[in-house]
């Protein structure tokens, strides 16, 4: 079962500046940097109440991130919830009718197994599975 928004992934061209901005905005600075070296990304954390921001940066033109910043630009990448069973989650979606990315979770940032669902199959938005490892 899905508990919440565990956080909202946003993609940036400039990690700095864009820290600088969210810092501003959100009146927090981030209280996490992290590169995922599978995904060629670097992430920053932000904390707003039970919510987080995740900003996404990529490391090499071949990330997903770069991918997704040179078709749509920067912006909202994905929104991610958090579950205690991803195993159980993902096999509930697909026989949902969910088309999913992921078949197998695995590591991301945060100390979180990670799957994720098509945007096709989810109302034009990627969806992130998350559970705490």
Known sequence: ???????????VKNLH????????????KPYKREEVKTEKVIT???????TKIELLAATSPESPIAR????????????AYATDDIKAELKRLEKEGFEIITP????????????FIHPRSAGGVLIELCQDI
Do not use: C, W
């Open 1 to 11: 079962m899905l508990e919440k928004v565990e956080h909202i992934g946003i993609a």
């Open 17 to 28: 500046e864009a820290e600088e901005k969210y810092t501003y905005l959100l009146g927090v």
């Open 44 to 50: 920053s954390f932000f904390r707003l109440g039970e």
């Open 68 to 79: 997704f910043i040179e078709k749509r630009g920067e912006g909202i990448h994905h929104i």
């Open 104 to 115: 197998q979770p695995k590591k991301g940032a945060d100390n979180k197994l990670v799957a």
